[in-house]
């Protein structure tokens, strides 16, 4: 089928959104930790499911020791860090202002793999971090009083986003560390490594989550939720469209197609998501907001695409 690959990544982009959406609500219904520790051990329970399915074992397989210890700081950072951050910046800004900021991602991988990987910085990346950083301002930035530059958003809102951002990038550079030390066996099928690798950062995840639901608020907040029947709902479905789904249709789509097509395809969420939530949270929305997604937009593809 003609464009199969691009197709897959835009259903990717649209099911990131539904992602961000479902964040969103249920992070306001449960509170942001509660929602991380069920998307957590959902996530662990899909996984389980999936190797018993493919590989008659419920368990990963092909993880050293020094692949597990990668895997589980990439969950520490890019999860309970990340997503943490990512949650909070929901409910203080929303989602569609939260995955705006998201396209910082590419810009903070390409930094990481900098200093850790030794990958060149090219001309063009610098070029597309000023060009997304560009897009993000003219979203986010206004004119305040007495004509000056200020910020139209609660700027605890825009650290948590950026920081989410940050932790996104750093985190994917950890796991591509980590999955470069997975030793699979033959008969097992080179796309369940990615859901492998998964595997260990939901563990980080959850011990996380728990820790810091444990610390903050006890285990009452949980329990109740276990009892909230929307707010399971949305756990599960964020769940299924995010690291589930998500994550492997992604993998479908780079193998119909470029790399740099697909990612920049599934880069779209920031767009996408502004009709959305214009309908479900009545969010303004403003020519403003929209050239500035579509500008990010494009400083995220010129990563990938030159």
């Not at 990958?119 to 060009?131: E, G, H, K, R």
Request: with cysteine; glycine share 12%; charged share 10%.
């Amino acid at each position: 089928m003609t464009y199969l690959g691009e197709l897959i990544s835009l259903g990717v982009a649209c099911s990131w959104t539904a992602t961000a959406l479902l964040s969103e609500f249920g992070s306001k219904r449960l509170g942001n930790l509660t929602l991380n520790v069920l998307r957590m051990a959902l996530a662990l329970l899909f996984s389980l499911v999936l190797f018993g399915v493919v590989t008659g074992s419920p368990l990963p397989s092909g993880a050293s020791t020094e692949a597990a210890g990668w895997m589980l700081l990439s969950g520490l950072v890019g999860y309970v860090i990340g997503d943490f951050c990512l949650f909070q910046c929901y409910i203080i800004i929303g989602s569609r202002f939260g995955q705006l900021f998201m396209t910082l991602a590419p810009p903070s991988a390409a930094l990481m793999a900098w200093v850790t990987l030794g990958q060149q910085m090219t001309a063009m990346s610098i070029v597309a971090m000023l060009v997304t950083l560009f897009g993000i301002g003219i979203s986010v930035l206004g004119r305040g009083e007495h004509n000056r530059v200020s910020l139209k958003l609660p700027l605890n809102g825009v650290l948590f986003a950026i920081g989410a951002a940050v932790c996104q990038g750093v985190g994917l550079v950890l796991s591509k560390i980590g999955m470069n030390h997975f030793e699979v066996a033959a008969d097992t099928p080179e796309w369940l490594i990615p859901f492998s690798a998964n595997f260990y950062r939901c563990i980080a995840g959850i011990a996380g989550f728990l820790l810091l639901h444990w610390l903050r608020d006890g285990m009452a907040p949980l329990r109740e939720a276990l009892h909230d029947r929307k707010g399971l709902i949305a756990a599960i479905a964020t769940t299924v469209f995010g690291p589930f789904v998500g994550v492997g249709f992604s993998l479908m789509a780079v193998q119909y197609t470029g790399a740099g097509i697909a990612s920049t395809l599934m880069a779209m969420t920031p767009i996408i998501i502004i009709l959305p939530s214009y309908w479900l949270f009545h969010e303004k929305i403003t020519w403003r907001a929209v050239l500035g997604a579509v500008i990010s937009v494009l400083g995220v593809s010129l990563f990938f695409l030159i």
